[in-house]
């Protein structure tokens, strides 16, 4: 299910469009919006469908036979919790890009296997706080493509500010 309408800045709109998707053909990097992931640091703004129920959790992209460049779906948590996924149902590779109530990229699983049942950790072994708040589905090797890195801060709105290690502006 999409809840969330595309609804974006004209920064973004540039930034989508190009293959860089740099910040940098505009004066100033965007605020954060409800169905954009901002990666400061990377000077990437992706944009999501937001599965934030159990049921979108569930439904997440399964059955879909493609996803575009820049674009995702970011699963969000009530809280932050230990995570796995599984690829059941979905037909295309997919990075799992796993963060923590910060915000902060934690874990990248690349291209999970379609159809594969194996569940996906978003910790990597001995991670002493794995518990993780929000999971980024992106197509597979998208996340290296984007240069994203373990240890790198999203800005989103549905992150607490006050904690978060981007804060929206």
Do not use: Y
């Amino acid at each position: 299910m999409i809840r969330n309408s595309v609804r974006l800045l004209p920064a973004i709109a540039v930034a989508l469009a190009g293959a860089s998707a740099s910040f940098a053909t505009s004066p100033a990097p965007p605020s954060c919006q409800e169905d954009i992931a901002l990666f400061p640091t990377a000077e990437r703004a992706i944009r999501v469908e937001i599965a934030d129920d159990p049921a979108e959790r569930a439904q997440g992209l399964m059955n879909r036979s493609s996803l575009a460049e820049n674009s995702g779906m970011l699963f969000i948590f009530e809280e932050p919790r230990e995570a796995a996924f599984w690829m059941k149902n979905t037909l295309i590779p997919l990075d799992m890009i796993f963060m923590d109530a910060k915000g902060v990229i934690r874990h990248i699983h690349p291209s999970a296997v379609p159809h594969d049942l194996t569940p996906v950790p978003g910790a990597a072994p001995g991670d002493p706080a794995p518990e993780r708040l929000m999971v980024l589905e992106v197509a597979g090797g998208e996340a290296a493509r984007l240069g994203l890195t373990v240890g790198m801060a999203m800005s989103h709105p549905r992150l607490d500010q006050k904690q978060a290690a981007a804060p929206c502006r």
